[in-house]
């Protein structure tokens, strides 16, 4: 389990025994969709608890894709108690603008991503 989208399914699929966290950001996510199907299986609480974070993940997601996608990870990473640099983002795609920043972290917030990614200073 590698990708964002097919983490939900796997443990339907008997898959979810183990995952690769490359999404440092939402790594808490995954590990909350994990326990929530090791302690109650397939069961409503378990079900709803895996979607509400399959769900915020996918609302983070799409608040990085307006601001550049990569390049907006990559301000958070070095914005945050991380400060990270991981340098510019690939070519073609440009380093977001800093003037973004605000609006970046307002649209982050809305979504509970401070929280919950638990990335906050």
């Known amino acids: 389990m590698f990708a964002p989208e097919p983490k939900l399914a796997s443990f339907a699929l008997g898959l979810g025994r183990g995952t690769v966290l490359a999404e440092d950001f939402f790594a808490p996510t995954y590990l909350r969709m994990h326990a929530a199907y090791v302690t ?3 069961s409503a609480a378990a079900t709803a608890t895996m979607q509400a974070e399959q769900a915020f993940k996918m609302r983070a997601s ?3 894709g307006k601001y550049g996608g990569g390049a907006a990870e990559r301000a958070v990473y070095a ?3 991380a400060k990270v640099d991981m340098g510019p983002p ?3 795609q440009q380093p ?6 605000p609006a970046l972290e307002r649209d982050l917030e809305a979504v ?3 929280q919950q ?3 906050a200073c």
Do not use: E, L
Request: with cysteine.
């Open 40 to 42: 109650n299986g397939s």
């Open 62 to 64: 799409a608040v990085f």
């Open 79 to 81: 914005r945050t108690c």
């Open 90 to 92: 690939r070519p073609p």
């Open 96 to 101: 977001m603008a800093t003037a973004d920043w």
């Open 112 to 114: 509970g991503f401070w």
């Open 117 to 119: 990614a638990q990335v």
